[in-house]
């Protein structure tokens, strides 16, 4: 995204600009009326709530991101303000975007087209091109059994080196190995069936819990799929 950053709310720098499609990461106390009074204080700028997802949730916090159509880009900062006014609540990132993202319809999208491809290293770079523009990433790579990088997508993606040391590392915990945690720049999956992993990179955007079970799912979809086409 282009633009300069307030480092404390990833707010980008003012522009104006027409209609505003913004999606805003918020941490925000888990009781009842706290979701309530965030989109409240989003109405108090003119803002419109097109759609929430829930990224995770915890015993008392919930990481919610909230897609928001906005009159002018230069209402961002005191949407901030007044959102991060409701007693607990933070906001941890705000992106500009030209169009709303479907979770449920991209991941229903990725299947369609992993499941179509007629070869496995079209698979391969399906996969790593698809998980790479589903999830923002900055970059997406897979390495097979040897800890080879078969394909890889992004802008500027780590030398092998270090997706292999990545890979080595990954593996050693067995909570990141499955994609269930990690660090919140990295997201991984395996497919089991083929002893490969899949690294997704992003940075300044953390990797949340529905993120991590949702790039499971799709590694399970690609594993199935390699193992149809082998035959």
Partial sequence: MDGS?????GVP???????????????????????????SRVGAVDGDIVGIDVLERGETVAVDEFAVELDNVDLLELMVREIE??????????RVVGT????????????????????VPELHDGLVAQTCREFLAGWSALL?????VVARDGAAPPPDEMLRALAAGTAASPLVADGITGPDDLAVATLDGH????????????FRRRE???????????????????R
């Fill in 5 to 9: 950053s307030d480092p404390g709310t």
């Fill in 13 to 39: 720098g003012s522009r104006s600009d027409a209609r505003a499609h913004v999606l805003v990461r918020v941490w925000l106390p888990d009781r009842p009326g706290a979701l309530g009074l965030v989109a």
């Fill in 85 to 94: 006014e409701v007693d607990g609540v933070s906001v941890e990132e705000v």
């Fill in 100 to 119: 709303f993202p479907d979770p449920r319809l991209d991941a229903l999208e990725s299947a369609a087209d992993l499941c179509g491809v007629g070869s």
């Fill in 144 to 148: 097979d059994g040897s800890r080879a």
């Fill in 195 to 206: 002893d490969a992993t899949l690294l997704v990179g992003r940075d300044g955007h953390p």
């Fill in 212 to 230: 991590r079970a949702q790039l499971r799912a799709v590694a399970r979809i690609a594993d199935r799929t390699w193992t149809l086409l082998d």
